[in-house]
């Protein structure tokens, strides 16, 4: 489950916008795809979706937190912090 919560980290920020709508995106991490669609409400990012490996997943990014289920287990942690445009244009 570890290796999950790497993935949905990096999926929480990587993919997160503030004006994301409702579509199927994916990657892939350590041979697993994961497929999820994002939606806001209420202010957050709530990440619904699959892996290929036939998980399922709810996640909800809020305030600088990540909570959800991740097939039926409850996760809550801190979700990592954003770099600014000038740090990745600096890379």
Request: proline fraction near 4%; aromatic fraction near 12%; avoid cysteine.
């Given at each position: 489950?570890?290796?999950f919560l790497?993935?949905a980290a990096?999926?929480?920020l990587t993919?997160a916008a503030?004006?994301?709508?409702?579509?199927?995106?994916?990657?892939?991490?350590e041979g697993v795809?994961?497929?999820y669609?994002?939606t806001?409400r209420?202010?957050?990012?709530?990440?619904e979706?699959?892996?290929?490996?036939?998980?399922?997943?709810r996640?909800?990014?809020?305030n600088?937190?990540?909570?959800?289920?991740?097939?039926d287990?409850?996760?809550?942690?801190?979700a990592?912090r954003?770099?600014?445009?000038a740090?990745?244009?600096?890379r």
């Open positions: 489950m570890s290796k790497f993935a990096a999926a929480a993919f503030p004006t994301a709508i409702a579509s199927e995106r994916s990657f892939t991490h795809t994961y497929t669609s994002i806001t209420d202010k957050a990012q709530i990440l979706g699959r892996t290929s490996k036939g998980g399922e997943f996640l909800n990014v809020k600088g937190w990540v909570e959800g289920y991740v097939n287990t409850r996760v809550s942690f801190r990592p954003e770099k600014a445009p740090q990745i244009a600096a």
